[in-house]
């Protein structure tokens, strides 16, 4: 069926704000929802789906369209993305044949990513590898559960959600949903059995492997999200110091915290990363997670819009921005502590080039096998010395981690 008139011109409005790349396009989409409530679920469906697929497929919709034009784009994601027929939607036939059969589009074109990011991955990568990362970047991201394994086991979990479920093949506590649902007014979800975290970022609390008693911090912590699956694995004892330098996304952590049934988490709103109230704290930790802010060109799946909003030279500044994160948490560990570096992007400048970096500069730290830490958490992953996880080969976000002992 053609869509209405009203509807594809919410979708052109809402696509016509996200071109804009000046904020995430999540936030710019629910924003327009909020303004415009007498929406029903399936037209937000609708307007969402769309918007998303022109922001995974722009390059490529736009060389089938011969325009940039939010209407077009639009035009061409129904009939190449969606399947529509040019007759149901009343196009020129002539257009309809060329949405249908356009020219050959160049290789990064075809990645759907811009030109220097493309080139940049065929440099680190192959451009064998670089098409197969990209070609996973552009599938639908699956909807990833923590089961508290304080409360329930998974398997209990899995039965009662009477929902589709798969147990992770690599996190101990996921569990992978069939299809989309609003998991947020599930009971399980309401006491606090269950969280929404993609299974690539479950397993660094793994990789951190907190023991029950200790004094652990979670130096970039956002919302809080591995910050509970660290208080999970200490079972509510010892001390976990969430840390951010966003009081509204720390803030998004005591009601989870309160779901959860923990009372060990204590947040610390951060002026920047050398904030006094971090560093009273030097020496005196067991361990400490930095998943630092990044490009994350790893949560493409989800967040389709970073590709177009970050350039070179983003990425460039927050190198430097998670070198001096990481060296300041690193300050805050005693001797035999063990500190995990961790980001979701893609690029070795945010990932191999800032562990070298800080290894150079602080040899009292030596580098961990990530591998060997799984491990003795019976987790069978081997990506080598740094856990490197991706899309096309394991069916999470894309994330690197790197971890290290203090002498």
């Keep these: 069926m053609r869509p209405s008139s009203g509807l594809l011109a919410h979708t052109q409005a809402v696509l016509a704000r996200l071109l804009e790349f000046s904020a995430p396009a999540d936030q710019t989409l629910s924003a327009y929802f909020h303004a415009h409530r007498t929406m029903g679920q399936r037209d937000r469906a609708f307007v969402a ?92 991201a699956p909807l990833d559960l923590r089961v508290n394994l304080a409360k329930r086991s998974r398997e209990e979990v899995q039965t009662a959600l009477q929902l589709e479920a798969a147990l992770t093949p690599l996190s101990p506590a996921g569990l992978r949903l069939a299809g989309k649902t609003a998991i947020n007014r599930n009971p399980l979800f309401l006491d606090g059995s269950i969280e929404v975290q993609d299974e690539g970022s479950q397993l660094l609390a793994y990789l951190l492997a907190p023991r029950r008693g200790e004094m652990v911090a979670d ?48 947040p610390l709103v951060l002026a920047d ?49 998670q070198l001096s994160i990481l060296r300041a ?46 491990a003795q958490q019976r987790i069978a992953l081997d990506t080598g010395r740094e856990l490197r996880l991706w899309p096309h080969r394991h069916g999470t976000d894309g994330f690197f981690a790197a971890a290290f002992a203090k002498r």
Excluded at 335 to 361: H, K, M, W
Aim: contains cysteine; positive net charge.
């Design 49 to 140: 789906e769309t918007a998303y697929a022109v922001l995974r497929r722009k390059r490529t919709l736009e060389a089938a369209a011969g325009s940039a034009a939010p209407r077009d784009l639009i035009t061409a994601a129904l009939v190449r993305v969606f399947g529509h027929s040019g007759r149901a939607l009343e196009l020129d036939p002539d257009l309809s044949a060329k949405l249908r059969s356009p020219a050959e589009p160049s290789a990064a074109a075809q990645a759907e990513l811009p030109d220097w990011l493309w080139e940049r991955l065929v440099a680190q990568q192959g451009e064998s590898e670089a098409a197969a990362i990209a070609r996973g970047l552009l599938a639908p």
């Design 219 to 266: 130096f970039c912590a956002g919302a809080g999200g591995k910050t509970l699956a660290i208080s999970m694995l200490m079972r509510g004892s010892g001390r976990v110091y969430a840390m951010d330098v966003s009081a509204k996304r720390l803030a998004a952590l005591a009601p989870r915290a309160a779901r959860a049934g923990v009372s060990n988490i204590h």
């Design 273 to 321: 990363e050398n904030d006094l109230r971090a560093r009273r704290l030097a020496g005196k930790l067991d361990r400490v997670l930095v998943d630092a802010p990044c490009s994350g060109f790893g949560t493409l799946r989800r967040n389709p819009d970073l590709k177009w909003r970050y350039g070179p030279e983003r990425v460039a500044a927050l190198a430097e921005q």
């Design 329 to 374: 948490a690193a300050r805050l560990l005693k001797p035999g502590g063990r500190l995990v570096y961790a980001t979701c992007s893609i690029l070795s400048e945010e990932n191999d080039a800032v562990v070298g970096r800080f290894l150079q500069r602080s040899p009292e730290f030596e580098a961990l096998s990530c591998a060997d830490l799984l």
